[in-house]
């Protein structure tokens, strides 16, 4: 063979004239004779192998140059003798490539058949791959039937790719380097074959799982390029340059690169990758089409592949953590994590791991404050993993818990949800005991530190002390203390006398201090110490005059160096000597040095449970405080949050932390949500705590349901019980096979047959009465049990089960049930009833502060179940205040034998002083709440009874006319229905007129028990200083107020007195009370409390916070449900948004949420808050204002509305008096969504504030709303905030007289104009009247009317922008303001008059 075939860079090249001895394509075959061609290339593969192809090579490349135009099965024959080919090749080259004689014609001939194969295979896959993706582009996916061959062929295709892949693959697995010259494998034989690799890569679905076989042939056939035909620097550029444009290759590339580097030990090619995603700079990865997306998600299925891999590389990637793309912060963070969960984990770090893991950890926290939120939630998701797989190191609790509490005042609701989760796994693996509060863990910690700081004073004290012989001190001093005092003695300068003589005198004052001569020497040897040479010599030399007889300086007599030396160690050493002897005189104390290490574990021991004890107490703060952070989340209106809080709230209970039952509390009201989702979350968190009890018995799992429902309602609320009944009334209905047993464990709990506490008692009877709600009997056959155990002769030992079992009795009556058949009712002379009156008549005489709770239930009870409940409650009033009197009598006879007693010499007090006041207010609270359920009686069951009785009688006389003629029944029908329902609406209005007759004339006819009554309670409402007690005061006027609803007389007659009670009680639950009752005053006669409004209001300033609280909630109620119309008054509302208590605050945002529901409702009060806040009388600060008028701003959306409001406050700025009301208008404004339409309109309105643009409070204001709108704008409007931006600061650096002239001339073209025009170029004539109107100063200002917008502007025809607010003001002009409000000597417009002004 003398040619060499060459692969080419291009197919068209082989048909070219090649070079010496290179392989020329001599005849491409036609069309129509390629079919017979390739029968002839599979008969010659038949009888030669493989080497064919080295004659019929021109018919495979025929099939290449002719694709297009050949049919499915001409190219699926070809392909399939060229896969042959392959595969004889991988059969036969084995041995022909180990044999040793191997001619080089040989060796050529199997190269060329090698190459020839390969290319023509690679080529024709190509071409097919990009046949079939057209096809799948072209074939829609719902037109199966009409697909015709090409259809089938893509399946095919999808089926037979793999065989290509494999066939390569096993030819290359083979050493046929030794096939070249020098083992040299030309580039472009590789290139071939990878760019086919990477041609099938670029499909769309080789994601899809069912591509799975096909994607593992791509990775190992370019595995096997890379580690046996150096092809990884190629495929390091090809990853990246795939990933830039093929986003979905990113998993794929990740598996790739994780089985090139395990599977293949090609480690370099993670590093080649990673450091060319590295050096990609911020500015790149910027661009659109950069493929960031794909380089993260690259990354982040890498580290989660061979995090240990990326370890050397991590340096070149957290560069891109201080880069403007969060995705690959996001993604280098994930990264991150990886590593730390499953390399840099364990206690078996050497020193650079754990320097590693610090450093790693510390960049995530870092990265919990990011500037994007999608990187803060994702690095809590990060963390959440970490703590999951228990990695996290305890050092870094603390740390990480605080910043994940930290974020769940996140504003990204995706960051809270990942914080929330973040801190329910901290709870579920945390290394400490959650069951413990931070106050149980408080004592335990202080003891133990006591403790430990005992063990550290009682081992210092035995410590030895390492102590330097004086002996050695004075050795290392002598030498310059010698020069001392060498110094000393020579006085070699007079100012070395002056100063000798200074320290001569302080030695002199020294010596009046130091009595004896060991005194001296303590002080000498005191100096000596501190290095103060020169004072010690000098005390010394004095020492002697001082004490001449003393033997410690007797031998100064001659005082030279040496001696004065000799004297100094002396008492230097001398007294070191001293103290070293008395210690030797103390009895020794031998230490082994076992106990020494002992004593040292056991300190050590100590220290580590401080330690722990400390870390436990910071861990339980800080879940404290997350459990009451996100308790308040449970009410959030995204439904996400609340759904993850409750998850949070289960999670908690689950694991015992302490203050977790308050969260399952909470969130119990969510029951009655109207989000489905929310509400089923609930149920099924409730249902997993409570309702799926664990046990091996049925009585097991009865016996721990109720043991967990009792928990729940101890200290429950009304309304905890009331959200608690819909779950439980669940359960009951849901046919459980717990049921009959759980009802009998209540029972037993109930009656006191199992042992059990009153609170346990209190709660088996109230799930007792929770399932008479499913079934009625479980509590009507048991009615005698309840009354012996509950209603009977104990009653008055306990009030409260008392109570609870009337609730629990309720809950068979009609009103729960909601029955519409006959009343069930039960005669007067029951056992119940009877058991009922005795106990409340009882409880009137005694002191019981639960008696009131009690008698409540049972009247309502009475009402509810009893035939004639008005009978029986009159026996009721009658006997209890029988007893009170007979409470009277015996009191006035043991005044009689005292005043007996006394010789008659003291006075007795009247008899109404000797009435037992909190008696009197239960009697007073009974007939209030008897008149309260009289009046409820009438309206509710008596007027129910008279419906049902009508519709029986209608019904009855119809089937009565039913045997009459048919034909005459069919031709009146419609009139019949039309008479039907006139009778039946005037019957309703009879009914209702009689029982409003009722009410008005016989509730409080003299021979009713109830009048008797009502003198009193006037009476003791209205003398407060003679009826002073709370509690007395507190029954009466809520009694008052229930008799105020029988009729619109009595409440006439005294809803003055019950305002006055509201103005002037000092006790803040009365005039709660007041507000409360006032509320359904104002539902039930709105007419009468119309006029009444304002001091309603008034209430919400009251100084008491909870009178505050009560009055927001019932005005909001009345305002939301439209029975109070809104006005003005609702600023005081607004105030309350800064309240300085929190759940005000809540309840006045809530009221104003709801009212933004609501159209136009808070655009049409805007005006009139603005100006009532603004008041200078009120005194509001500008910070305060601001708050409350960012939040109402933020309900303004429309943008007619911001429209019509910027006009509106614009004209406001004519009546403000203030500089402080400019301020504020100029605030207001700029807290608007400002839009092109109100900048305009803002424009317009220049002339309106120009003047006071001289103001700083004006000024910056309007400076913000221009900079606001600059953001975003297009050029054009751009340019008009720009100018209108210059105007602004031009007026308020020069003033408008300086500005305003030049540009007027230069706007209106006209040189020496003497026309002052506004910014938007009013019309001539509207300039000359503000010309004529600023000349007139003086008797504009002296009239006493307020400035009013001018006529021209008020008549011009411009489209009339109108809300409810402007029909209602109409006659008030746009500024609605009270007239007190309206100031009386106004600031004139005219641009003269201002300039006077800012001139003086």
Not at 1094 to 1118: G, I, K
């Amino acid at each position: 063979m003398s040619w060499d075939f060459f692969v080419p860079v291009c197919v068209g090249d082989l048909v070219k004239t090649g070079g010496i001895n290179q392989y020329v394509v001599q005849d491409v075959v036609p069309v129509k004779q390629l079919p017979s061609h390739l029968s002839k290339f599979k008969a010659a593969l038949r009888s030669q192998g493989p080497s064919c192809i080295l004659e019929h090579f021109d018919t495979g490349y025929s099939v290449l140059q002719h694709f297009n135009s050949l049919e499915l099965g001409t190219k699926e024959d070809a392909l399939e003798l060229l896969v042959q080919v392959v595969n004889g090749l991988a059969v036969s080259l084995p041995t022909v490539l180990t044999s040793s004689s191997l001619s080089a014609a040989e060796r050529k001939e199997k190269l060329n058949a090698v190459k020839m194969s390969v290319f023509l295979l690679c080529k024709l896959t190509e071409s097919l791959e990009s046949f079939s993706y057209r096809q799948n582009i072209v074939t829609a996916p719902g037109k199966g039937n009409k697909k015709g061959k090409g259809g089938e062929g893509l399946l095919q295709w999808d089926s037979e790719r793999e065989s290509v892949l494999q066939a390569l693959v096993q030819l290359l697995q083979l050493d046929i380097r030794s096939l070249w010259s020098l083992s040299l494998v030309e580039e472009e034989f590789i290139s071939c074959v990878t760019c086919c690799c990477y041609k099938l890569l670029e499909n769309p679905t080789i994601g899809h799982v069912k591509n799975k076989p096909t994607r593992d042939c791509i990775i190992h056939l370019l595995g096997v390029l890379i580690t046996k035909y150096n092809h990884l620097l190629g495929a390091s550029v090809k990853v990246i340059q795939m990933l830039q444009h093929f986003e979905q290759l990113s998993s794929v590339f990740a598996q790739a690169v994780s089985v090139w580097s395990t599977e293949y030990g090609v480690r370099a090619v993670i590093g080649e990758v990673i450091r060319e995603i590295g050096q990609k700079s911020s500015e790149e990865l910027a661009r659109e089409g950069s493929g960031v997306k794909a380089f993260a998600s690259f990354l982040s299925e890498v580290g989660g592949l061979v995090p240990e891999l990326m370890i050397p590389n991590i340096s070149v990637l957290i560069t891109h953590l201080e880069g403007e793309s969060h995705t690959m912060r996001v993604a280098v963070c994930e990264v991150l994590g990886e590593i730390l969960v499953r390399v840099l984990c364990g206690d078996g770090l050497q020193e650079s791991g754990r320097a590693d893991r610090d450093r790693f950890f510390d960049i995530l926290q870092e990265h919990l404050h990011d500037t994007h939120s999608h990187v803060r939630a994702r690095v809590l998701q990060v963390f959440t993993r970490i703590v999951n797989s228990k990695a996290l190191p305890l050092c870094k609790y603390s740390e990480v818990m605080e910043l994940a509490v930290g974020r769940l005042m996140d504003k990204s609701i995706n960051a809270v949800k990942s914080a929330i989760q973040l801190l329910a796994a901290f709870i579920a693996h945390n290394p400490y005991s959650c069951k413990l509060s931070s106050a149980d863990l408080k004592k335990p910690l202080e003891k133990e530190m006591a403790k430990l700081r005992e063990m550290k004073e009682k081992l210092e004290g035995k410590a030895p002390v390492a102590v330097i012989k004086a002996s050695e001190l004075w050795a290392a001093m002598e030498p310059e203390l010698l020069v001392t005092v060498r110094t000393t003695l020579e006085h070699t300068s007079e100012a070395e006398r002056e100063q000798e003589d200074e320290e001569e005198g302080d030695v002199e004052e020294e010596k009046s201090e130091d009595d004896d001569d060991r005194a001296t020497a303590v002080k000498i040897a005191q100096y000596l110490r501190v290095n103060k040479y020169r004072n010690a010599v000098k005390l010394c030399i004095k020492a002697h005059d001082w004490f001449p007889e003393s033997e410690m300086f007797a031998a100064l007599s001659t005082v030279t160096p040496e001696s004065l030396m000799d004297t100094l160690g002396l008492i230097f050493k001398g007294s070191d000597e001293d103290a070293s002897e008395d210690t030797q005189n103390l009895p020794p104390t031998p230490q082994k040095e076992g106990d020494k290490e002992g004593e040292d574990g056991e300190l050590k021991k100590q220290e580590m449970l401080v330690q722990y004890l400390r870390d436990t107490e910071t861990f339980s703060l800080q879940v404290e405080r997350a459990i009451f952070i996100i308790n308040n989340m449970l009410y959030w209106k995204t439904t996400s949050v609340v759904q993850e809080a409750v998850q949070f709230c289960v999670t908690v209970h689950e694991f015992s932390v302490a203050n977790s039952i308050s969260g399952v509390r909470k969130m119990l009201p969510l029951v009655w949500s109207t989000d489905a989702a929310i509400k089923d979350a609930v149920v099924q968190a409730y249902r997993r705590l409570y309702l799926n009890p664990q046990g091996d018995t049925i009585r097991m799992k009865a016996q721990t349901l109720v043991d967990n429902l009792s928990e729940l309602m101890v200290d429950a609320s009304l309304g905890t019980i009331q959200c608690l009944e819909e779950i439980v009334q669940e359960f009951f209905g849901s046919g459980s096979n717990l049921q009959l047993t759980v009802i009998q464990v209540l029972w037993e709990r109930f009656t006191g047959k199992r042992e059990s506490s009153v609170i346990q008692k209190r709660a088996a009877v109230l799930l007792l009465g929770m399932a008479a709600r499913a079934e009625r009997e479980v509590v009507l056959s048991n009615l005698d049990t309840l009354c012996s155990v509950a209603l009977g002769e104990k009653v008055t030992e306990d009030f409260l089960l008392a109570r609870d079992t009337a609730i629990t009795i309720c809950s068979i009556t009609d009103h729960v049930r909601q029955s519409k058949g006959a009343p069930f009712r039960l005669p007067q002379d029951h056992q119940l009833f009877t058991c009922l009156t005795q106990a409340v008549a009882e409880g009137v005489v005694m002191e019981d502060p639960y008696w009131q709770s009690f008698m409540e239930q049972a009247v309502r009870l009475i009402y509810f179940l009893a035939e004639s409940p008005d009978q029986l409650c009159s026996r009721l009033l009658q006997r209890s205040a029988r007893l009170l009197l007979d409470q009277i009598t015996e009191g006035d006879e043991v005044n009689k034998d005292v005043s007996q007693m006394h010789d008659g010499s003291q006075v007795s007090t009247d008899q109404e002083e000797q009435v037992n006041c909190v008696c009197l207010a239960q009697l007073l609270a009974l007939c209030g709440c008897v008149a309260f359920w009289q009046v409820s009686h009438l309206e509710r069951s008596v007027s129910a009874e008279l419906r049902r009785r009508r519709g029986e009688t209608e019904e009855r006389e119809e089937k009565e006319k039913r045997p009459g003629s048919k034909a005459k029944q069919v031709a009146n029908e419609s009139t019949m229905e039309d008479e039907l329902g006139l009778i039946g609406a005037s019957a309703e209005d009879t009914e209702a007129e009689l029982i409003r007759k009722i009410c008005e004339t016989e509730l409080l006819a003299e021979e009713n028990l109830l009048s008797v009554f009502l003198p009193l309670l006037v009476k003791v409402c209205s003398s407060r200083g003679r009826y002073s007690h709370p509690q007395l005061t507190t029954a009466a006027c809520l009694a008052l107020s229930q008799y105020m609803m029988i009729s619109p007389s009595v409440c006439e007659d005294n809803i003055r007195l019950m305002f006055t009670v509201l103005e002037r009680s000092n006790l803040p639950v009365v005039r709660a009370n007041a507000i409360i009752a006032l509320g359904d005053l104002t539902v039930r006669f709105p007419n009468i409390l119309e006029p009444w409004t304002q001091n309603l209001y008034a209430r919400l300033s009251d100084e008491v916070p909870s009178v505050r609280q009560t009055a927001v909630t019932v005005l909001t109620q009345l305002v939301l449900k439209d029975v109070l119309k809104v006005k003005g008054q609702v600023s005081e509302v607004a105030v309350l948004l800064i309240d300085p208590e929190p759940q005000i605050t809540s309840l006045a945002l809530n009221f104003f949420n709801e009212l933004a529901t609501k159209d136009n409702a808070i655009y049409n009060l805007l005006p009139d808050i603005i100006s009532r806040l603004s008041d200078p009388e009120r005194g509001m600060s500008s910070e305060d204002f601001n708050t409350i008028m960012k939040q109402l701003f933020s309900y303004i959306t429309k943008e007619r509305q911001t429209e019509s409001l910027v006009e509106k406050m614009c004209q406001r700025f004519r009546t403000a008096k203030t500089e402080r009301q400019w301020c504020d208008l100029a605030t207001s404004l700029s807290l608007l969504s400002m839009c092109e339409r109100g900048f305009k309109r803002l424009q317009e309105c220049w002339e309106c504030y120009s003047d006071k643009l001289t103001e700083p409070g004006v000024y910056q204001p309007l400076l913000s709303i221009t900079a606001k709108l600059r953001r975003g704008a297009k050029p054009q409007f751009k340019s008009q905030v720009d100018d209108f931006e210059k105007r602004l600061t031009a007026v308020h650096t020069r003033g408008l007289e300086n500005v305003e002239s030049p540009e007027m001339d230069e706007n209106q073209g006209e040189d020496g104009s003497a026309e002052k025009t506004s910014a938007r170029t009013p019309l001539p004539t509207r300039g000359r009247q503000k010309s004529r109107r600023g000349q007139t100063k003086s008797s504009v200002s002296s009239q006493n009317d307020s400035f009013v917008t001018p006529q021209k502007s008020r008549k011009s025809k411009k489209p009339a922008i109108t809300f409810s607010s402007d029909e209602e003001e109409e006659d008030n002009d746009d500024a609605v303001m009270a007239e007190s409000e309206t100031p009386k000597v106004t600031t004139p417009i005219s641009r003269s008059s201002r300039r006077t002004r800012l001139r003086n």
